[in-house]
């Protein structure tokens, strides 16, 4: 049956399933299809997810939404000071049973990993996900062991509580696909939300529409589609750009540009397009460098941020055009 299904599975089956998904996702997070739209290029992307935005506007809810629209396990962390290393990577224990010893794996051995307030943690503990995330595996006591796949990370923080937080290192915000602000709702979606979660929890009623086994075939798909080489150049001279720019002290790394080329793909195949174009990069870019860009001190002190730093460069590094 998986073979048959692997024959079979195209953009079409991409953009068909991804749609299913994200009408599931909507029907719980009132609008915001943007939002909900380049959270799930992430998971095509197979990229790891940074939520950041003020409390109560719906980071956990969507975290918990995509998880639950997907037949996979998931296990969700809720990072504290006194979270431990172990806690996420699994921890080996003697048997007396047996005599011997047994690894027990933590919570990063899940499809999907909902870390809330992943800021609340100590850097050791943040660190510790640092390989999983990269490499999709984690070694404990010498011993390395694979993680499932898919494999996932939504992450979620406050950015404005400063209290009891450790700041993100930026090793470890460069190893996030994207990160996104969702935003206060309009008028109207307020009001949907009223209506639609005033009677009770609407997530944990959300069933499951796609499996495990359907987002790999996805992913794998989605590397299929074609990316020309004057797009694959205006990616690379995006992100070189913000190595040059006067504002920026540190730009993007290359690691970036492989990210904004997954993403790319993820969105032209999201779109039901074997093809990338420029505007699929140029579209995706503030979600994927904005939180990889250390300002300048002096540009710091200003009212520039990494979004109109961006905007900036945008204007100014040329769009491919032809075929």
Do not use: W
Not at 134 to 145: A, F, L
Not at 235 to 243: F, G, S
Not at 256 to 264: D, E, F, K, P
Not at 273 to 300: F, G, M
Request: glycine content about 6%; charged content about 25%.
């Amino acid at each position: 049956m998986a073979t048959r299904r692997r024959a079979v599975f195209g953009v079409q089956e991409v953009a068909d399933t991804y749609e299913r998904i994200e009408r599931n996702v909507e029907s719980v997070v009132e609008g915001k299809p943007e939002v909900v739209r380049r959270a799930l290029v992430a998971l095509l992307a197979e990229g790891h997810l940074l939520l950041e935005d003020v409390p109560g506007v719906g980071k956990t809810l969507l975290a918990k939404a995509i998880a639950r629209s997907l037949a996979c396990s998931v296990r969700r962390v809720q990072f504290t000071p006194d979270l431990l290393p172990s806690d996420i990577t699994g921890v080996t224990v003697f048997n007396q049973e047996h005599g011997d010893f047994q690894f027990k794996p933590g919570a990063v051995f899940a499809n999907v990993v909902l870390g809330d307030e992943i800021n609340r943690a100590g850097p050791k503990t943040q660190s510790a996900l640092l390989e999983a995330m990269e490499e999709r595996q984690v070694t404990v006591d010498g011993t390395t062991y694979e993680l499932a796949m898919p494999f996932m990370v939504i992450a979620t923080q406050n950015p404005i509580e400063l209290e009891g937080t450790y700041p993100l290192p930026e090793a470890q915000r460069d190893r996030f696909l994207m990160r996104l602000a969702i935003g206060y709702p309009s008028v109207d979606a307020e009001l949907e939300v009223l209506d639609v979660h005033g009677g009770g929890d609407r997530v944990s009623h959300l069933e499951a529409v796609a499996d495990a086994q359907e987002v790999a075939l996805m992913v794998e798909a989605v590397k299929t589609v074609h990316v020309a080489d004057a797009v694959k150049r205006y990616i690379v001279d995006i992100v070189r750009a913000t190595r040059a720019h006067p504002a920026v002290e540190l730009g993007a790394s290359p690691r970036a540009s492989l990210a904004l080329l997954r993403a790319s793909r993820a969105l032209a195949a999201a779109e039901n397009r074997e093809y990338v174009v420029p505007d699929d990069a140029k579209t995706l870019v503030p979600s994927v460098l904005a939180h990889r860009l250390i300002l300048a001190p002096q540009t710091q002190m200003s009212d520039a941020s990494p979004d109109g730093v961006l905007d900036d460069l945008l204007s100014s590094v040329p769009i491919p055009t032809g075929r």
